[in-house]
């Protein structure tokens, strides 16, 4: 599924590209920017596969151990803690994957440390400001618009916001200037972590104390294992050769260009963040914990297939942000067709055997996440898409018309799912659930049409930019 980068256009076969690509994995042969595409997969395929069958196995841990309802309050402060952490980004990190790598591609090392403090100002800024409000705002939260017990849980989020946004930070540093590696790293030093102390929590104290306290130790120790994974990247960070250059500082025009570039992620960033978390949102006001912990599980599954699915945007955004015109198109074509065909096949997979997948994963208990598991089934096929036509976006700086669109399929979202949520409940909490679903499905589809329609307008936009070098994408 990668885009391999090559210095003329041949009549190569796939096979060859994977055989080659094999071959210089098995003897660390990564020279070049054809070898550079082939290690960022590699090392990001890894991390995908770490981090997403380690989040599975950590949520189908949890999901057994807790029961429908405790793991339905489990997603709802999850859920919550994740939307205001959406207020602690803004864009930040992406606008720092972008021009770091630009300035790592031209060894401007002094630079690459000016956006890097720069932008760590501002982001931890925005860590401590987010964290006073969430917790300043716990007690309403939950008991006035939830009416659950999960009251502390919340309070502990002013922990794991600062340590999963200073992660995320970190991490970007080391992807910009394509090292894979320790992304890797730190993905398996998050889920080894967390896959050691949360079930032992579970095991040892469930039943054992009220469900406010235990809720509040799950997050605690989540809170650690990110803690640790922000500690090594920052250790490995200091002993980067850009961090021991003296800082050049931003010019007003690198620091307008930047403003130009963030503040349309700064809606973007809110706007997904809306669009990935207010179906749980919405439903834990609606319905009892139990029924949200059905629809959780059915979307976890989905979301860590569709993430393995689409693992390559990501993994060549820095190449992909030094490339423009033709080449650009003819690769990210290729690129989209591949993954196309795998989530096709991925979805119906999971549409046939959902009723396996359900029961063998989850257990009797969770029987009602079939139906559910069965239309999530849809969103494998639209959300990889969706992720590399995001990544094709940003890594070409087309942030406004790509945050406009985010927007209105977020208002879309939200308001079909109160739409559904509301005239669906009179018949059921179950029947809630699906309509919030539905409203999902629905409003994941009209996004990527949406994009779809956007990127030929991106496309003519582009048509003449060069690219870099003689090099061609095939």
């Known amino acids: 599924t990668s885009i391999f980068i090559t210095k003329k256009n041949?009549?190569?076969?796939?096979?060859?590209?994977?055989?080659?690509?094999?071959?210089?994995?098995?003897k660390h042969n990564f020279s070049g920017n054809r070898g550079q595409a082939i290690k960022n997969s590699y090392y990001f395929l890894l991390t995908t596969l770490v981090g997403k069958i380690g989040s599975l196995v950590f949520t189908i841990f949890i999901a057994?151990?807790?029961?429908p309802e405790l793991f339905g309050l489990y997603g709802i402060a999850l859920s919550t803690i994740i939307l205001f952490s959406s207020f602690s980004d803004l864009g930040i990190s992406t606008a720092l994957l972008t021009f770091m790598?630009?300035?790592?591609?031209?060894?401007?090392?002094?630079?690459?440390?000016?956006y890097y403090e720069h932008l760590l100002k501002y982001k931890v800024i925005l860590l401590s400001s987010v964290s006073i409000v969430l917790l300043a705002s716990s007690y309403f939260v939950a008991n006035y618009y939830y009416h659950k017990p999960i009251f502390l849980t919340l309070l502990i989020g002013a922990i794991y916001i600062p340590a999963v946004g200073l992660v995320g930070y970190f991490g970007q540093v080391f992807a910009a200037r394509n090292n894979f590696r320790m992304g890797l790293v730190k993905e398996i030093i998050i889920q080894v972590t967390r896959l050691t102390i949360?079930?032992?929590?579970?095991?040892?104290?469930?039943?054992?104390?009220?469900?406010?306290?235990?809720?509040?130790l799950i997050f605690l120790s989540l809170s650690l294992a990110y803690t640790l994974a922000a500690l090594f990247l920052y250790v490995r960070i200091k002993k980067a050769d850009f961090f021991k250059v003296k800082t050049e500082k931003l010019s007003k025009s690198e620091k307008s260009e930047l403003a130009k570039f963030v503040l349309p992620l700064s809606v973007t960033a809110l706007s997904g963040m809306f669009f990935g978390s207010i179906d749980m949102i919405m439903l834990g006001r609606f319905v009892a914990s139990e029924f949200v912990g059905f629809y959780q599980s059915s979307f976890s599954l989905i979301s860590s297939a569709s993430a393995i699915v689409a693992f390559s945007g990501t993994a060549l955004f820095p190449i992909l942000a030094k490339l423009g015109g033709k080449r650009l198109e003819r690769g990210f074509k290729k690129s989209v067709r591949i993954t196309a065909i795998v989530a096709i096949l991925a979805a119906i997979f999971t549409y046939l055997f959902s009723e396996t997948i359900i029961l063998l994963i989850y257990g009797a208990e969770y029987s009602n996440s079939i139906l559910l598991l069965k239309l999530f089934s849809l969103m494998l096929f639209s959300t990889p898409i969706i992720a590399m036509y995001s990544s094709y976006y940003i890594s070409q700086k087309n942030t406004r018309s790509y945050a406009g669109l985010l927007i209105l399929s977020t208002i879309l979202n939200i308001v079909l799912n109160y739409i559904l949520i509301t005239s669906f409940i009179s018949r059921g909490m179950m029947a809630a659930v699906v309509g919030a679903c539905i409203a999902t499905i629905i409003s994941n589809y009209i996004y990527l049409i949406g994009l779809i329609v956007l990127r030929k307008k991106v496309w003519r936009s582009l048509k003449g930019i060069p690219s870099l070098g003689n090099i061609k994408l095939v």
Do not use: H, W
């Open 10 to 26: 041949t009549s190569d076969s796939k096979v060859g590209d994977i055989e080659e690509a094999y071959n210089r994995v098995r």
């Open 64 to 67: 057994r151990l807790l029961m």
């Open 101 to 114: 790598s630009k300035k790592f591609g031209n060894k401007e090392l002094s630079k690459e440390k000016g």
């Open 198 to 216: 949360v079930p032992l929590v579970i095991l040892l104290l469930i039943g054992k104390i009220q469900t406010q306290f235990l809720l509040m």
